[in-house]
């Protein structure tokens, strides 16, 4: 099972993934592979309202902020939470400087779809009317990429704005959903 959740910042879209995630373990072991890299105290901040979140649901959490490479063999057979995909980008293309970073991370993703379920939370970032430089523009056209080719290759997908999720397919996870 492939999942991905879009949205803006604050939209509710982690509330939404780690619930699916937990939905989708039943009594399997869940992992939570957190991909931020800490800058400052606003970082941190996010990090602790996560951990909060999820305290108690019991999840396993892995802190990869270059590669995905293990994660795979590691989580076989549970549910897998990626949060987010967004850093996971940026951390490849800025910190790790890879060629082709949509190409690897596409390549992370299969291998851990193969062996978990794995639930995505990416960032809706494409719609403020600024006009940005020409790397900010390369990272927004590249996660515009990754988001549209890993939509059309989930088995569910959605958009959470404002609290209200948006199911593009897979409604019948949707429903499951209103019930927790």
């Known amino acids: 099972m492939l999942a991905i959740f879009s949205g803006g910042s604050g939209s509710g879209k982690s509330e939404f993934a780690e619930s699916l995630t937990c939905l989708l373990a039943k009594d399997r072991k869940k992992y939570y592979v957190a991909t931020m890299q800490v800058f400052g105290e606003e970082g941190q901040k996010r990090v602790e309202k996560h951990r909060n979140q999820r305290k108690g649901k019991g999840f396993e959490t892995l802190e990869r902020t270059g590669s995905l490479q293990d994660v795979a063999k590691i989580c076989s057979g549970g549910a897998v939470l990626l949060e987010c995909l967004s850093n996971r980008l940026a951390n490849a293309l800025y910190t790790q400087n890879l060629q082709d970073p949509v190409g690897e991370i596409l390549k992370e993703i299969t291998e851990i779809s193969e062996?978990?379920?794995?639930?995505?939370?990416?960032?809706?970032?494409?719609?403020?009317?600024?006009?940005?430089?020409?790397?900010t523009m390369r990272y927004i056209?590249?996660?515009?990429?990754?988001?549209?080719?890993?939509?059309?290759?989930?088995?569910?997908?959605?958009?959470?704005?404002?609290?209200?999720?948006?199911?593009?397919?897979?409604?019948e996870y949707a429903h499951a959903l209103e019930r927790i």
């Open 115 to 135: 062996t978990a379920d794995l639930v995505i939370v990416t960032n809706e970032v494409f719609s403020d009317g600024i006009s940005y430089g020409a790397e």
């Open 141 to 171: 056209r590249l996660l515009g990429e990754l988001n549209g080719r890993l939509f059309a290759a989930a088995d569910f997908a959605a958009e959470s704005v404002y609290g209200i999720l948006r199911v593009v397919k897979g409604e």
